[in-house]
């Protein structure tokens, strides 16, 4: 069983940056794409960015687009998202998960495990 644990989050001035980690074990790591989704309270869950096995596909949500970036080192079993000029509206808790599926995809339901998420608060 894949284990991911999230890191990095916490409250940054709207304009300000963050890195968020995640760690994974329990499996091999370069064997499966990796998400990040997010979830604001009273909101659902919603893609954020995607990174194929080898990190040489990536997918972003329009939303963030030009401002984050997913990356990977396999050789550390980590994925990071660098998220540049936030804004309130990302204010959220942020998850990473793990699919065996060959392709990237934006849908959650694709995607097998589940960190705990970490939390990134935004203010104006």
């Known amino acids: 069983q894949v284990q991911l644990v999230e890191s990095g989050g916490g409250l940054v001035q709207a304009g300000g940056s963050l890195r968020l980690s995640c760690a994974t074990s329990g499996g091999t790591f370069s064997r499966y794409a990796m998400g990040w989704f997010r979830q604001a309270p009273g909101k659902e869950r919603e893609f954020v960015a995607a990174i194929s096995r080898s990190g040489g596909t990536t997918s972003h949500a329009e939303s963030v687009k030009g401002r984050f970036t997913i990356s990977r080192d396999n050789a550390k079993n980590t994925v990071f998202l660098q998220m540049n000029s936030l804004k309130p509206e990302d204010t959220a808790v942020y998850y990473c998960?793990?699919?065996?599926?060959?392709?990237?995809?934006?849908?959650?339901?694709?995607?097998?495990?589940w960190g705990q998420g970490t939390q990134v608060t935004v203010s104006s």
């Open positions: 998960a793990s699919s065996q599926l060959s392709n990237i995809f934006s849908i959650p339901r694709t995607y097998d495990y």
